[in-house]
Every structure is written in C-alpha cells, then in structure tokens.
T-cell receptor, first 115, second 111 residues
Framework: EAGVTQFPSHSVIEKGQTVTLRCDPI?????LYWYRRVMGKEIKFLLH????????ESGMPNNRFLAERTGGTYSTLKVQPAELEDSGVYFC?????????????FGSGTRLTVV | EDQVTQSPEALRLQEGESSSLNCSYT??????LFWYRQDPGKGPEFLFT???AGEEKEKERLKATLTKKESFLHITAPKPEDSATYLC????????????FGKGTRLSVIA
C-alpha cells in the first residue's frame, strides 16, 4: 500500500512569492490533515478535510493560506504571498477512521524556506 | 487549552541502557494519547494509542503506559536503531478534534 506522498520535498522561495504544496493521501482515506512544524516548536494543526469538505480550519494562521481538496482525493496548500515566518516543515496526514486504531499516517513533509 | 509537555528534550543512552521518556498532558476529556517515532527527514510514524489510565502497550523494546496526567515510553535495552525523535500527542474527546503534539524527545543510542 502506497503511503502518504508529499511534494515537493523541499522548496526555497523569496518573500512575497507563491508556493503550492501537494499531498496525495492513502487511497480510500476520507480524512486528510495538514500540520506544520516551525523551527523549535511543536507540530501544530492547520486544517482537516473529510472528503472534499473542510471539517476544521481553525489552525490556519491567516488568509494567505488556502487549502483545497479536489474531488476528495489529493489536496493542495497554497501560501500567497509567502512571509518569512511561514518557513517550516508542512506535514500531511490521512486516516480512514478518526485515527485512533491505526493512528494517522503522515507523509515525509515539505520543508519550506522563505528567504 | 490542551497542552503536552515532553521531557527530557534530548537523551543519550548507551546501547542496552534502559530508560523512560515522559509526556505530561492536560486535556479536557482525553480520547486518546498517541506516541509517534520520527526519523530525520521523515514524517511521524505511528507507534501506539492509549485510551485510559492504567493501559499499557508494547512493541518490541518499547512499552507505553498511561496515567491521568502523564504517559511514559519505556525503552528496554535500546539499540542504535532506536535513535529517533519520539513524539507524544493527545486528542480531545469531542468530535474529530486534531492532535495536539509535544515538542518531542530526541533519543540517541550509542553503540
């Protein structure tokens, strides 16, 4: 079974530019989550999709971040315009249930550096 | 606000030297406490979910325990391949709420 795939694995962009991160969840997983870890801090929740609907976007830092999940399959997270404080590692996770029995399966993350 | 504190931040062990990692938490109604392992450049890898005080789970050299205020991850006779960052997270018992993570404990096991 293929895991959660994220790309790019690394992205370096200048302040003010736009970046789009992509996540392909495990096939059949209705729940898709985005998390972020900034340097020195803990991993923090950004938002949660159930199929194509946003279930919870309480962790989105501001309106420069836009997440979509077309057709309930892959998801994209766009940052526009990027700021220095957006640097960090963005993780995507998916689960079939609410994640308790088998946990959430995480991707390897996208390391975003804004310079 | 839900909170997870892990200690120590870093731990260096000799191969075979058993020890424990601590995860203290505050949450208004615990649905589950999760332990993950994270290797450099990788995402967190699921280890265990604990649901109620007194519960224990084991996997190879790892054993996780849970009380009403904290969880311990015991590592028995560790090997160098156990070196990783161990993350603790809690989920509140209210709908499908997100995981709240601690900062992790960075474990190094020296041969």
């Amino acid at each position: 079974e293929a895991g959660v795939t994220q790309f790019p694995s690394h992205s370096v962009i200048e302040k003010g530019q736009t970046v789009t991160l992509r996540c392909d969840p495990i096939s059949g997983h209705d729940n898709l989550y985005w998390y972020r870890r900034v340097m020195g801090k803990e991993i923090k929740f950004l938002l949660h999709f159930v199929k194509e609907s946003k279930q919870d976007e309480s962790g989105m830092p501001n309106n420069r971040f836009l997440a979509e999940r077309t057709g309930g399959t892959y998801s994209t997270l766009k940052v526009q315009p990027a700021e220095l404080e957006d640097s960090g590692v963005y993780f995507c996770a998916s689960s079939q249930d609410i994640g308790q029995i088998y946990g959430y399966t995480f991707g390897s993350g996208t390391r975003l550096t804004v310079v | 606000e839900d909170q997870v504190t892990q200690s120590p931040e870093a731990l260096r062990l000799q191969e075979g030297e058993s020890s424990s990692l601590n995860c203290s938490y505050t949450v208004s109604g615990l649905r589950g406490l999760f332990w993950y392992r994270q290797d450099p450049g990788k995402g967190p890898e699921f280890l265990f979910t604990l649901y109620s005080a007194g519960e224990e789970k084991e996997k190879e050299r790892l054993k996780a325990t849970l009380t009403k205020k904290e969880s311990f991850l015991h590592i028995t006779a560790p090997k160098p391949e156990d070196s990783a960052t161990y993350l603790c997270a809690v989920q509140r018992n209210s709908g499908n709420t997100p995981l709240v993570f601690g900062k992790g404990t960075r474990l190094s096991v020296i041969a």
